[in-house]
């Protein structure tokens, strides 16, 4: 497994729609592993492939001990609203309010290349509403109001300015012997 490098706001993957996968091979296994241990690293809820470069329709969750891939997804039906802070591993430090669908059903493709559905609510499903936005190329931002996201973005390209848009991780030290 490795550890990737994240994209960060300013990339032009994050701008992406990603592509369908055409079918789950040893390669997206590997790419399903990777995106694991680098959302694990950085502490998220969720990464989506395109935040590590690769604009292919990948996202994994773990999410209230809910932990799953998805290849391919979709939501086939959404209901309620739920508002709440969203922040994003490819924006470190900007957070906003957002308002999401509170239940969905999900259909996707797991890492065996099965196709499941899942229903989800609450955090699970704000964060698969999010994952989703990123493979279309739709950051937390765009659904700030005007105002607020200039606010955000001036100070970002402030505290950001002539900085990389990938950042590398740090790999957690190795437990004691
Ligand atoms: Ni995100």
């Not at 964060?127 to 105002?147: K, R, T, V, W, Y």
Request: aromatic share 4%; glycine share 6%.
């Amino acid at each position: 497994m490795s550890l990737l490098d994240l994209h960060l706001l300013g990339s032009s993957t994050l701008r992406t729609r990603s592509v369908e996968v055409a079918a789950v091979d040893e390669a997206l296994r590997q790419l399903i592993d990777d995106l694991f241990l680098t959302m694990d690293t950085a502490k998220g809820v969720g990464l989506a492939a395109n935040q590590v470069g690769i604009t292919k329709r990948v996202a994994v969750v773990d999410a209230e001990s809910d932990r799953f891939v998805m290849v391919n997804p979709i939501i086939t039906s959404a209901e309620g609203r739920q508002r709440a802070e969203e922040g994003c591993l490819s924006i470190p430090e900007v957070y906003g309010d957002v308002t999401r669908a509170e239940r969905i059903v999900l259909e996707a493709t797991d890492r065996e290349g099965r196709r499941y559905t899942k229903e989800a609510e609450g955090l699970v499903a704000r964060a698969i509403q999010h994952e989703i936005d990123h493979l279309d190329g739709i950051l937390f931002i765009d659904h700030l109001s005007a105002l607020k996201r200039q606010i955000l973005l001036a100070r970002w390209k402030k505290e950001n300015r002539g900085k990389a848009v990938t950042k590398s991780l740090q790999p957690p030290p190795s437990p004691k012997k």
